[in-house]
């Protein structure tokens, strides 16, 4: 397996610049996940780590080795497409057989290979197939198979599971995730797909405009954004703008609509700032037992939950995420509250 470094890439498309000035290190047997909205230059890093596009600038290494200006056939990467692209006029053997045909492996260790490979995504018994006669997840794995068969450094994945239904998405997620750390191969996907980000990933790069806006577990992205950027597109943020005030030896963001002041880390060089609630971090109760009232607008039942969007008093909408054990209604006043260490 392999470790990724890239440094200082740059690539431009005439005057536009799609990646700017990317450091990124992807450690050996690591999944990473790079989450972005469209045109953030999510897919243009991968298939410049992938070879079939060159950098403006920068260099790419894979365990200390810069192959920036090596061809994709000799990089040892394994590359899935959102359209899988598979042969529609092949087998299932034949689509996953051709990577190795391609690299001159003989044929009694190309019928070991492509059987272990189907077998690792659970296809085993459909070798003669043709995609055509496939589902959408079963296509999926054979694609994913045709990445894996030569047994690859690194595995690339472009919106890998784009293609599927919201339910069969959610399976592939846990099977790709176990899949890969049971090979320990060294993963990079990219998604917009913040629940596939979150479900996968050992770490998430949140890219916007071609520049990384933070890199981290999961759990610490999520709950501690950089940035308003990086609040508001992975998942629901309440924000609230506030005002950074200092008291003695103790910095503080003061938040008029909440009536809180906010514990900061002592550097935070700024005299404004934001600070966030997630929907589930609010607790939503009888009028007058929290820290503000709030007036419910809309209820949406989801099942297991109910998504309320609430009115506080100044006019500030909020949305939070309650349990459905007892359940308010629109027009209905109700108290907010909240843990401090979660603001």
């Known amino acids: ?32 996940t790079i989450l972005g909205p469209s045109g953030s ?6 298939l410049i780590i992938a070879g079939f596009e060159q950098p403006t600038s920068g260099s790419v290494f894979f365990d200390d080795k810069d192959v920036t200006e090596l061809p994709p056939h000799k990089r040892r990467v394994g590359l899935t497409f ?15 057989v051709f990577p190795l045909k391609v690299r001159g492996v003989g044929r009694e260790e190309r019928r070991t290979k492509v059987d272990r490979a189907l077998d690792l995504v659970r296809l085993g018994d459909l070798h003669h197939r043709r995609p055509h006669e496939l589902s959408g997840g079963q296509q999926q794995r054979v694609a994913l ?6 047994e690859p450094d ?46 996968m990933s050992d770490r998430i790069l949140v890219l916007h405009e071609g520049r990384v806006q933070q890199i981290g577990k999961p759990e610490d992205v999520y709950r501690c954004p950089r940035n308003r950027f990086v609040a508001t597109f992975l998942g629901t943020a309440n924000l609230f ?54 007036g419910v ?10 998504r309320y ?24 006043v109700v108290g907010l509250d909240w843990l401090t260490e979660d603001l």
């Open 41 to 46: 230059g999510k897919t243009t890093i991968l």
């Open 145 to 150: 198979a045709r990445a894996l068969v030569f």
């Open 82 to 96: 959102q359209s899988y692209a598979l042969f529609p006029h092949m087998s299932v053997e034949g689509n996953v």
């Open 241 to 294: 703008e506030g005002v950074v005030k200092y008291e003695g030896d103790r910095h503080y963001i003061v938040c008029p609509t909440l009536g809180e002041k906010v514990p900061i880390d002592s550097h935070f060089a700024a005299s404004s700032a934001v600070a966030m609630l997630r929907p589930e971090q609010l607790h939503v109760g009888a009028p007058d037992t929290g820290r503000v009232n709030a």
């Open 154 to 199: 690194i595995l690339l994945l472009d919106e890998p599971l784009a293609a599927l239904d919201r339910q069969l998405r959610q399976t592939v997620q846990y099977e790709l995730s176990e899949l890969q750390r049971s090979l320990k191969v060294t993963t990079v996907a990219v998604t917009h797909d913040q629940e596939e980000a979150l479900t």
């Open 1 to 32: 397996m392999s470790a990724i470094e890239i440094s200082g890439l740059v690539k431009k498309y005439g005057d536009v610049v799609a990646v700017d000035n990317v450091d990124l290190t992807i450690e050996d047997g690591e999944f990473l």
């Open 309 to 332: 969007q609430m009115v506080l008093a100044d006019g500030s909408l909020v949305e939070a995420t309650a349990s459905n054990a007892r359940r308010f209604a629109v027009g209905d």
């Open 297 to 306: 607008k809309a209820a949406v039942y989801l099942g297991t939950a109910i």
